[in-house]
């Protein structure tokens, strides 16, 4: 090899050397996903113009309208309006959020009994018109009941539970307003981790031990902070609201032995739709550190999982697909050889697996101790609960088999010393 081609080869090398180091790193901005918030909306609308204003009167007298059973009155009378007045992403994700909520009221205002086979042209069109633009299915879902349903007493003050109320509700008073603002903390608690979580796929793109030490000990600390935030759920809803009121409403049809057949969505198709409700499962900050942690669930877990991807907003789906084909952080870590890096990767997992444990016995405590109250006539003057959920998640999951499993799954990722 003569020395033109040394020189060539090696301006080759330093070429590529150049064109790495000017790559993009591995960001949150070209999600969607925000520095301060997260997957939450920041400073979501609480208004739309006067055309919407229909929607408006009808979605903030939800629970009034759904125990006076009025609400299905109301809206078979309601005007049919067109989506494209709405102006921004902002608007249409409140349009999805009313729209949603209205539905759920729609389909469950009398629980079990007579559920209706059709959804009216006057909800349906603009739901899925609204749902489309956004890439979401038409009905409601994580990111409506509580991504995008919040706002603060005080603009200026902390994003704090005293200081915090959702957008739009439904039955349930206190309790459904705790449900949805502990689990938005919960995701506020994660948002430490998801900025860990794009500093170590940028440290492992750049080799940097150091700073992925110091990534995987920021997600650590996230994860089990969003642990303590769920723990608030004892503090602020009731099981027995949660179980004989709550959960009936945001059930899908989908997997759900009540509404089997699905729901026809009036001037959008003959045929019955089926779509899941609103579950945990649809929130993108689970996903996201598994697909990092290289966690590996069951089969039928795993395909539960992929379709409430389908319930997020696509750049937060986008987000996932993207962490899932980088560079394999454990491959890394095993390759290393370094104790350290093992013990932080470690400690993740096992405060992943901590959270998910707690999840399992929350979820025991709001159906096992819901059922048994009402079993035992304890429930009062709360309606009588669905028997079509008993022991299913409202996405459609046998839910105590789904948790215990994708828990144990994710504590089998723990680095042993032999390996």
């Avoid at 009398?110 to 899925?128: D, F, M, Q």
Wanted: hydrophobic fraction near 40%.
């Amino acid at each position: 090899m003569d020395t033109s081609d040394v020189t060539s080869m090696v301006g080759d090398m330093e070429a590529q050397n150049m064109k790495l180091k000017k790559s993009p790193p591995f960001s949150l901005e070209r999600f969607h996903i925000s520095e301060d918030y997260g997957f939450l909306l920041p400073d979501p609308l609480e208004e739309l113009s006067n055309y919407y204003k229909p929607w408006m009167e009808i979605a903030s007298n939800l629970p009034l309208m759904i125990e006076s059973h009025q609400l299905r009155i109301r809206v078979d009378v309601m005007p049919l309006l067109s989506c494209h007045l709405l102006k921004d992403r902002k608007e249409q994700y409140l349009a999805h959020l009313l729209l949603s909520f209205i539905t759920m009221g729609y389909v469950w205002q009398e629980g079990e009994n007579n559920i209706p086979k059709v959804l009216p042209r006057n909800l349906a069109l603009p739901l899925v018109e609204v749902s489309r633009s956004l890439g979401l299915p038409p009905i409601l879902v994580h990111s409506d009941l509580v991504l995008t349903n919040w706002k603060k007493k005080d603009p200026d003050g902390p994003l704090e539970i005293r200081n915090l109320d959702t957008i739009v509700s439904l039955p349930g008073g206190e309790s459904l307003k705790g449900f949805v603002l502990v689990t938005l903390l919960v995701e506020k608690a994660a948002v430490p981790g998801i900025k860990a979580l794009a500093q170590a796929i940028n440290s492992v793109l750049q080799s940097s031990d150091d700073d992925l030490l110091q990534a995987l000990k920021k997600l650590k600390t996230s994860i089990a902070e969003m642990t303590k935030a769920l723990r608030q759920m004892h503090d602020y809803v009731d099981p027995a609201i949660f179980y004989a009121a709550i959960r009936i409403f945001l059930s899908g049809w989908k997997d759900n032995p009540a509404i089997a057949e699905g729901l026809i969505y009036e001037g959008v198709s003959e045929e019955p739709l089926k779509y899941s409700g609103g579950s945990a499962a649809q929130s993108t900050s689970f996903h996201a550190f598994d697909e990092l942690l290289g966690v590996c669930h069951s089969k039928e877990s795993t395909t539960f999982l992929h379709g409430m991807q389908e319930y997020m907003p696509p750049s937060h789906r986008a987000f996932i697909e993207e962490v899932r084909s980088a560079p394999s952080l454990r491959e890394y870590i095993l390759s290393s050889g370094s104790c350290l890096l093992r013990e932080a990767y470690n400690q993740c997992v096992a405060a992943l697996a901590e959270l998910r444990s707690y999840h399992i016995s929350i979820v025991a405590t709001y159906i096992l101790t819901g059922a048994a109250k009402a079993k035992d006539g304890g429930l009062g003057h709360l309606p009588e609960p669905p028997q079509a959920l008993a022991e299913v998640g409202t996405g459609g999951t046998t839910v105590f088999r789904f948790l215990k499993s994708v828990r144990d799954t994710t504590l089998a990722r723990i680095i042993d010393q032999s390996d």
